[in-house]
T-cell receptor, first 114, second 112 residues
Framework: GAGVSQSPSNKVTEKGKDVELRCDPISGHTALYWYRQSLGQGLEFLIYFQGNSAPDKSGLPSDRFSAERTGGSVSTLTIQRTQQEDSAVYLC????????????FGPGTRLTVL | QQQVKQSPQSLIVQKGGIPIINCAYE??????FPWYQQFPGKGPALLIA?????SEKKEGRFTISFNKSAKQFSLHIMDSQPGDSATYFCAARGTGGFKTIFGAGTRLFVKA
């Protein structure tokens, strides 16, 4: 099944290191979202891409966080100089278009910052 | 005004029981209210959704009740089964918008 895939599934890093998290959306989906899910919490919106439009970065918690989407497909979320409070599950979702109701989520990347 | 408040935080019911999860919102611009189900180690998956022009929607054993005037909506799971044990998130999205606001989640455990 060609669902949303994310890699790595788990990432353990040391405080201060940079990490890159990858998302492969469903083929043909033009909208892509990144969320952060902390333990016992809901989903916190981070960033949104729609086609070739400028991304909505309003949810990024600090300038240590950035994301790119190349060729309208694969996306990479980068966290620079990681902190312990960055530890969470990072979820990616895609939808057919901006107006589509259903978001399809990947399994997430569990990030642990020691 | 952008929050969606969800309760309870956790819920334990016997098999066959009817767990009810409640959500409340403030922003009247929200016009789409989905519920997502998440199993451990998996991403959330859309379960059922409603728009404010109807007061109730049923899909199989899952029912959403919507009270527009009270700005509240709830999920009912009929004849709950152990396989329904999961975390449930309510959410809301505004007109023509893309940003979906999620509740904090409810961990449901259905005893066999």
């Amino acid at each position: 099944g060609a669902g949303v895939s994310q890699s790595p599934s788990n990432k353990v890093t040391e405080k201060g290191k940079d990490v890159e998290l990858r998302c492969d959306p469903i083929s043909g989906h033009t909208a892509l979202y990144w969320y952060r899910q902390s333990l016992g919490q809901g989903l916190e919106f981070l960033i949104y891409f729609q086609g070739n439009s400028a991304p909505d970065k309003s949810g990024l918690p600090s300038d240590r966080f950035s994301a790119e989407r190349t060729g309208g497909s694969v996306s990479t979320l980068t966290i620079q100089r990681t902190q312990q409070e960055d530890s969470a599950v990072y979820l990616c979702a895609s939808s057919l278009s901006q107006g589509s109701d259903t978001q399809y989520f990947g399994p997430g990347t569990r990030l642990t910052v020691l | 005004q952008q929050q969606v408040k969800q309760s309870p935080q956790s819920l334990i019911v016997q098999k066959g029981g009817i767990p009810i999860i409640n959500c409340a919102y403030e922003n009247t611009a929200f016009d789409y209210f989905p519920w997502y189900q998440q199993f451990p180690g998996k991403g959330p998956a859309l379960l059922i959704a409603i728009r404010p022009d109807v007061s109730e929607k049923k899909e199989g054993r899952f029912t959403i009740s919507f009270n527009k005037s009270a700005k509240q909506f709830s999920l009912h799971i009929m004849d709950s089964q152990p396989g329904d044990s999961a975390t449930y998130f309510c959410a809301a999205r505004g007109t023509g918008g893309f940003k979906t606001i999620f509740g904090a989640g409810t961990r449901l455990f259905v005893k066999a």
